[in-house]
Each structure stands twice: as C-alpha cells, then as structure tokens.
C-alpha cells in the first residue's frame, strides 16, 4: 500500500503535448479512476506511472520515495493491460509465476503463491491451460493474477472491462472492486466510460487533452461539475450558453432566451457563461423555490422505465427525463409544456475556452 | 538517472539500454562495413582516374558502341539459315551495346513474366476446374533454383531438334521452319522461365487478397468480364504485380546463368553482368576501374528500379477499408471459352515452362543429350554426389558457409527488425530498416566487385584471408560466407520482422512491468513466441545462400579447393562433354534441399513459404 503522488508531469510526443503539468494526489487504498475520451492521456499518465514511458518533466512520488525515472521493472507498479498481454506460449501458471520466478522466489513458495492468486480471481484449477483456452472474463482475471501475485506498491488498470461483453463487465467490475477491498491495495484504474467509473471508484479524475479538470467522488464530479466539458461528458445533461445580468456572493442571476433565472455561481469574472442543467432535475411538476419555463414539446422519447421530454423555448431546447408514469399522455409535439427547476440544481459555469 | 533525450533521439528509448543500443549498432556496423564502404570503394574507384576525379572510366563506356549504341544496332532480331538441306528461323536479338542490351533484356523478361505470372495466377485464384489441384503443385515446380542446369535444358529446348520444335514443327506442324532460338533472346527466354513464378506468387497473393466485395459492388453496377478486370480487378492487384515484375528486373540485369550458357553466341555476352563477370575470370582485365564504372551504372539503375517501386507500392498502398462481411473467395467454374484456353494453351504453357527442372533431372541420370530427349539412363553422376571427391568437396564447403552466414543473418535480421520494429520513433529506425532490405536491389555481381577493391585496398583487410590479390593466403570462404550474409539478409528480415509485427509490444512490456530487464523480455518472450519465423526465415536464406551464383562464380572460383556448389556447377557445363550431367546432378540436388526446407516450414511451422527463385 503506498500513496502516490504525480507533481506537474509533462509529456510531449514529438510536437503533440500528451500531458500538459499533471497534478494527482492518491490516497492509500484508494480505487482513483482517470477518466477521460480517447486521447485526453489518461493511459499516458498510467504508463509513465507504471515505467513504461518517462515524463518530460515533473515528479512522481510513491510514499516519500522519488521514482519518476525508476525504470518499469525496479518500480513494483504493475499494469493490467487492455488487451490483457497473457503470453500466448506459456500456460496459465507460468503467465502467473513469471514475476515471481524473477525475484528468484523459491519453486515451492512460487506454487503457493500462484495459488492463492487463482483462488483469489476463483481460477483454481486452470493452471495448466494456455490462454487460448481461456474466455475472455477468464483472461481477464488472469492478467490480474498475474498483477497481483507480485504483491505490487500500485496496481494500475488500463480499461480492463473494455474487451469484454455487457454482461461480464458488470460481473467483473464487482469482482475488481471486491478483490481492492479485499487487499486494501491502491488501484489507478483508467477508462473513458463515466457510468462505470461512477460505479467503481472512490475517487475520479477526469481528464481532457492532456489536464486534468476536475478531482474528486464521483457523487461531486456528477452533481458539482466545475467545468463545461466535465458537465457534458459526465452524462447527458442541458448546456445552455447566457449571460449574466446580476451577481450576489456565490449566487448569480442570469439570462437566455427570455428567461432570467438565478443559479449556483462558478464563474470567473466573465459573463458569458453556460447553464448546466441535468435532465432528471427538470420537473414537470410545480417545485419551491425555483423557475418555471413555458414553451412547446418538440419530442417525446420513451425509453422504458423513464421519458425524455424535449422542450422547445424560444431557440433553446431543453431535455427533462421523468419515470414513465401515467398522466404523461398530454405530452404531444407542439403542445404547450411548462419545466421547472430548483435553483440549486442551476449550476453557472464559465464558458469553455475553444 | 534522467532521461537522455540524445540517446532517444537515435535509439528510441530514453534510458541507455545495452540490448537496445547493440541491437541497433551491431546490423548497423555490419552493413556499413561490408556493404556501404565496399561499394563507395568501388565508386572512388570508378571516379579515379591518374589520381584525380575524373568521369574518364563512364566516358569510355558511353563512348564507346561496344557498351553503347543506341542508334544503330547490328544483327537482326530474326535471320533465316540453312542447315544441311532444312531451313531454320534463327533468333538471337540486336545488338545495342552492352548497356542498352541489359536494360531491354531486363524490360523484356519483366513483360514476359508478367504475363506469363499474371495470367497463372488469375486461372489458379479465380476458376475451379478439374485438374486445378494437380496444375497447383505443378506451379510449385518452376520455383525450384538449379543454378546453370536449367539455362543448359532451355537452349536444347530451344535448338532446331528441341523440344519445342519437336511439338509445334514435327507434331502439330504449326511452325512453317524450324526456330532456333539463341543469344539475347535466348537469354530472354530463359530468365523469363526462371523468374516468371516470382511474378505468379506476387499477384496470386495480390487477387486472392482483393476483398470479393470491391469486385461484386462492381458487377452489382452492371461491370462484368473484361471491364470488370480492367477496372477493379487490376488496378487492386497492380502494386503486387508491379512488385513482383520490378524484382524480376533486377534479377534479370544481374543474372550471369543465361549469359554463360548462351555464350558460345558473341551477342549473349554483351550484357553488362557477363562483362563484369568475364572481367573477374580472365583475369587480365580484373582490378579494370571501367568495370567498376560499368558495376556502377548496373548498381545505378537496379536502385532506381527498387526505389520506384518502394515509393510506388508505397503510395498505391490501398488500405483495405472494408469491415467486416463475408469474405467468400470469388471462384468460378469457367466457361466453355474459358476452359478451352485453360486447358489448350494455359496448362500446355506451363508444361513448357516446369521442363527444365524436368529436364535437369532427365540430365542427370542419362549418359548424354544430343536431340530432343536424352539417351542412356545412368545413376553414375548421382552416385558422385557422394563419391567423386570434389563433388563432395564442394557440396562440404557449401553446407559449411551457408550455415555460417545463417547464424549471422539470423542474429542480423533479429536484431535489426528488433531495433527498427519496436523502436520506431528512433531517428536511426528508418536508416537500419532501409540498409536491411537495400541488398535485395545490389546485384550479387556488384557485391562481388565491391569487395574485390575493398579487401585488396582498404588497409585493415588488405593481405589477409579476405584479400584475394593475396593469391597465397586468400581464403574464398570467408569473403562467401561475408556475401552470403548480405545478400540473403533481406529475406529472413522480412519473415522475423514479420512475426515481430504480429507479437504485439504489451507482451514485452508486460514481463518489463513485471520485472523483467530488457534481455530477459527478449529471450524469455519475444524469442520463442517469433521461433517459426526465425526457423522459415532460416530455411528460406539456406535455400538462396546454397544456390547464390554471382558471388560464387567470382570471388568464390579463384581457389578450386573452396568451390562452393554453383562454382564447380559453372565449371562443369563449360567443361567436357557429359559433365554437363553431373552439374545436373548438382542440380537436382539443389532442388532435394529445397524441397526439403520447404517440407520443414510447411510442416513443422505450419505456415506457407513462398520460395522465390534467385541466383
């Protein structure tokens, strides 16, 4: 178990700016998720952790030790790849003993151990298959086991659920999340699906194009998303470009289309801002203390156990999400429809710089 | 420890690494010394005239209508003769010079071959028809090599009592005269039934890997037959094709195998591989800087031949975009039209073209061959193999040096495609992968040159065993085994670097995550999950290096003690009458080596290698 600590990572490829001065602090124990769209350098920042690649610049700390140009095999941050990379000559036991047998372990002790690293990942018995033999889930726990079975500092995740079938990567995302509770081990998981990062984690980073946006539990990152684009890429959710008219401490009163609403204020000093309003805080109900807008349905999508209501005001649409329920018939393109929104659930942030 | 942005820059890897930086400098080193200096050598050599920089030596070329004569060739492509009381149509081509003769050599097999290649390979890949199976293993015939032994059965094919006039003039009488056909155009006729598989192999693989549904989207639009081919069908498969036809160019302009046996005819001999060659042999002319000249321009023009292409297959790279879908392979039962010419001119075109090895083996278990078929059955020649003392000397020393230059192909190619194949952002990446496929475009005859000047001038090997002015101490093997070396490299680079592409690099990294250091990733991994690619990459330079012809009819004949295999073969069909045999004998030994190298890839590895023939 150790805390690891990222200060400033810079990392250029040629003239691309992969990581623009990473900045990470993680906890003990901790399941930190990186996430982030294709290219933001979330698996960048997990391979340099893990030795496979050396930052520019800045430092990287596990516990008070500096490790940053410690190369992979002295660093004991073992990496769970993508594709799994279980070596296609050598049976299941020997992918699994194969760091051991490194450290000069004994052959007896390295049987046990391997052992214990199958029964964890519940693949007693497979030892003298070959990975080919193996299912993909099966794979999967392999390379964990084999991650594992070293007893490593940091045990780093490069989208291990992404190969995998609907059904199985709900399966194997418990299982991740039992075996990291079991071993109290820290885990930097990456991947660049919100709701399982949401799912898994203690704490999330998202990321884009080579920084870091915002930190922290997936409950902050859903509910109080600091930027524009952690709003939108956590979820669906209503952007709205306004301006603001009025400011009052942490409240701000602002303006689009013809309404004038006030929300909760995260703005520098500009005034054009967005409005990030999620879908399921629309009401179609009367609330307290909040906003009420009339205009036209556009579309009415249903999707089983909820409804998307889009609405249409002025040249703004707006999508409220609401259980399916009865009472909801009503709603019919071009009818009239009125959404209301608590204040708090306004969130005002700055424009996104483009 | 930081990193050390130099040593990225040139290694692709930020930490010095011994294993990474050896893999590049130890191919690196080698190609430099024994391919790059040597042939600068001879071009300082070429440009030297009376100590100064001079263009004297290419000026006596160009000047000179025995190597240059564009504008009035002498002799005519095809002459009527009397022979005792019958007339013949006698061949044997112009005469432009030696420069110009090579270069329309070389055009001319690379059209015959292509459409000889193309024509087999579109018949076996896209028709069904009784008999495909048997013509499939037939085909697999004429890329058997047998240095010398097959340009001697294509001439008797080809003399007025031949095979050839045996069916069309005395059988089917579609010939009015006889032909004989002798000279440039025997030389022509020979290496395109030598190279002509070189073509079928690159444009079977080409149709085969068209995706069916560029072609049926075609038809879908209302294309069909001919129009079909014309315009989807070919133009897909014409990068393959065209690469296949460019390798057989500059095969053809460094073969020395049709020339020698063509040159009881004076024309045969002005091309410009014979005259280097002859050069070499006659010895009075050996160390002439004109030859050197003469070995720069071929040099010249096979790089431009091999840059074009590169920078053409490169551009034509058609990345097929289709995904997913069936992929049913396109395969018709043909026509009556079409299976009319399948079998009337498609098969019996074949036949003619496996007879030389066919005729190889005939040669040697008969005791001569004068007329059409050879007469006298004997099993004396193939008993010499093991017998005849010098035979068996020679076969010894050729094991002894393919084995040699095998391990250090081996090493070369695995180092070079490790280094340029993981390391690829290494700005010395690109250079090491260039240097490792460029010997396919330097004529074997070129190479031999090279390092005529190089080991008996430059100072550290000048009067030692590779010097071969140093008659007393030259040792032939050691300068074959240096050839041997470069010359095959290309071939088992592309196969491991083959099977490095296809271990994908999160296989190492994972044992270098894990805790193993670079060395141990490497033998531990990547070695054994690459084993068939390094046993076929084996296999296929042993095949090439025991046929290697240029080299070993030069530098490798000066001391019959060392002969490799292709220097006695030469001896032997320049030699007494019925030696010709035993150099057949020779051949289909050859040929048992090759068949066997390609039972074991087959077999063993699992995986099909397409065996090219080359000299």
Same mark, same amino acid.
């Given at each position: ?161 992404? %190969?995998? &079938? ?9 299982? !991740? +999340?039992?075996? @990291?509770? #079991?071993? $109290? ?83 520098? %000093?500009? &005034? ?9 805080? !629309? +009401?179609?109900? @009367?609330? #307290?203390? $909040? ?64 | ?615």
């Amino acid at each position: 178990m150790v805390e690891v600590k990222l200060q400033n990572i810079v990392k250029t490829f040629g003239e691309t700016v992969a990581l623009k001065g990473i900045d990470l602090d993680i906890k003990h124990g901790e399941l930190f998720t990186l996430l982030g769209p294709s290219g933001c350098g979330k698996s960048t920042t997990l391979r340099i952790i893990a030795g496979l690649e050396y930052p520019d610049s800045g430092k990287i700390y596990f516990g008070d030790e500096e490790v940053t140009y410690l190369p992979s095999h002295q660093k004991g941050a073992v990496l769970v790849f993508q594709n799994y990379a279980l070596w296609p000559h050598m049976t299941v036991f020997d992918n699994v003993a194969y760091g051991l047998k490194l450290k000069g372990m004994p052959k007896e002790e390295v049987r046990k151990k391997v052992e214990w690293a199958l029964e964890l990942i519940k693949l007693k018995g497979f030892e003298n298959r070959y990975p080919t033999q193996l299912s993909g889930g099966q794979q999967q726990r392999v390379a964990i086991a084999r991650a594992l079975v070293v007893e490593p500092k940091v045990l780093l995740l490069d989208e291990p659920l992404s %190969n995998l &079938d609907a059904k199985l990567r709900l399966e194997m995302r418990s299982e !991740i +999340r039992r075996i @990291q509770r #079991e071993l $109290g081990i820290t885990v930097i998981y990456v991947t660049h699906d919100q709701e399982e990062a949401m799912a898994i984690s203690d704490r999330i980073a998202v990321m884009n194009v080579g920084t870091v946006e915002q930190v922290g539990t997936p409950k902050e990152i859903y509910e109080t998303p600091r930027t524009e684009f952690v709003a939108s890429f956590m979820g669906k959710t209503n952007v709205v470009p306004a301006k603001v008219v009025e400011r009052n401490g942490d409240r701000v009163t602002v303006e689009f289309e013809s309404f004038r609403m006030e929300g909760l204020h995260y703005t520098d %000093n500009s &005034d054009d801002v967005v409005l990030v309003i999620r879908p399921e805080r !629309i +009401r179609l109900n @009367q609330v #307290e203390n $909040g906003v009420s807008l009339t205009g036209t349905v556009d579309l009415v999508e249903y999707y089983g156990f909820f409804v998307e209501v889009i609405g249409l005001f002025g040249e703004t649409r707006l999508i409220a999400r609401t259980i399916s329920d009865r009472g909801l018939e009503g709603l019919k393109p071009t009818k009239p429809v009125t959404f209301y929104i608590e204040k708090d659930d306004i969130i005002v942030l700055p424009k996104q710089q483009l | 420890m930081a990193v050390n942005k130099w040593v990225e820059r040139f290694f692709g890897t930020p930490m010095p690494d011994a294993v990474v930086i050896s893999s590049f400098l130890f191919p690196l080193i080698y190609l430099i010394a024994f391919l790059i200096i040597p042939v600068l050598v001879m071009l300082l050599t070429a440009f030297l005239y009376h100590g100064h920089i001079s263009l004297f030596w290419f000026k006596s070329i160009f000047g000179s209508p025995y190597y240059f004569n564009p504008l009035h060739p002498e002799g005519s492509l095809v002459t009527t003769i009397q022979q005792g009381n019958q007339t013949v149509y006698y061949l044997s081509g112009w005469d432009f010079g030696v420069v110009i003769n090579s270069i329309l050599v070389s055009l001319t097999v690379m059209l015959l071959t292509t459409i000889l290649g193309v024509t087999f390979a579109f018949v076996m890949a896209r028709y069904d028809f009784p008999g495909k199976n048997i013509m499939r293993i037939l085909l697999f015939v004429p890329l058997l090599v047998t240095p010398f032994v097959n340009v001697v059965v294509v001439k008797k094919m080809f003399l007025p009592n031949g095979l050839i006039n045996w069916i069309f003039y005395q059988h089917l009488h579609l010939f009015p005269h006889p032909i004989w056909i002798d000279g440039l155009v025997g030389v022509i006729i020979a290496q395109s039934i030598t190279y002509y598989p070189i073509v079928y192999l690159n444009a079977y693989a080409s149709f085969i890997n068209i995706d069916p549904s560029l072609e049926e989207q075609a038809e879908n639009l209302g294309s069909r037959g001919f129009h079909l081919f014309r315009t989807v069908t070919f133009p897909l498969a014409l990068p393959g094709i065209a690469a296949g036809a460019t390798l057989v160019g500059i095969f053809s302009l460094e073969d020395l195998a049709a020339p020698i046996v063509f040159q009881g005819t004076a024309i045969a001999k002005k091309l410009m591989s014979f005259q280097i060659y002859s050069s070499f042999v006659s010895g009075f002319a050996i160390g002439n800087p004109q030859m050197a000249a003469l070995s720069l321009i071929m040099l010249t023009i096979a790089l431009i031949m091999f840059l074009t292409i590169r920078w053409y297959v490169g551009m034509k790279q058609y990345a097929m975009l289709s995904k997913g879908g069936r992929w049913k392979p396109r395969v018709a039962k043909p026509k009556g039209w079409q299976a009319a010419i399948i079998y009337l001119v498609v098969v019996p075109l074949l036949l003619i073209t496996i007879f030389p090895q066919i005729g190889v083996v005939l040669l040697a278990f008969s005791r001569r061959w004068y007329g059409t078929w050879p007469e006298g059955f004997t099993l004396a020649n193939m008993k010499a193999l093991m017998t005849q003392p010098d035979i068996v000397r020679v076969i010894e020393n050729s094991l002894i040096y393919s084995t040699v230059a095998i391990a250090i192909i081996l090493l070369l190619s695995l180092t070079a495609s490790y280094a340029a194949g993981r390391f690829k952002k290494a700005k010395l990446a690109p250079v090491l992968d260039s240097l490792a496929t460029i010997p396919i475009a330097v004529p074997g005859i070129v190479i031999a040159m090279s390092y005529f000047f190089f080991f008996s001038t430059v100072p550290p090997f000048k009067g030692t065993i590779l010097d071969p002015t140093n008659l007393l101490a030259f040792f032939p093997g050691a300068a074959l085994i240096l050839a041997y070396s470069i010359r095959r490299l290309p071939f088992a680079a592309r196969s491991i670097s083959a099977g490095i592409q296809q271990v994908h690099v999160s296989l190492e990294e994972a044992a270098v995550n894990l805790g193993a250091g670079r060395w141990k990733a490497l033998t531990s991994i990547l070695i054994p999950m690459i084993l068939l690619n390094l046993l076929g990459g084996a296999m296929l330079s042993f095949v090439y290096c025991m046929s290697e012809t240029s080299v070993g009819i030069t530098l490798g004949s000066i001391n019959s003690t060392w002969y490799p295999i292709t220097a006695k073969m030469r001896e032997l069909i320049m030699g007494a009458v019925g030696s010709a045999s035993l150099a057949a004998a020779l051949g289909v030994f050859l040929m048992l080596v090759q068949i066997l190298a390609i039972v074991i890839a087959n077999v063993i590895t699992k995986q099909r290698y397409s065996f090219i023939g080359l000299t």
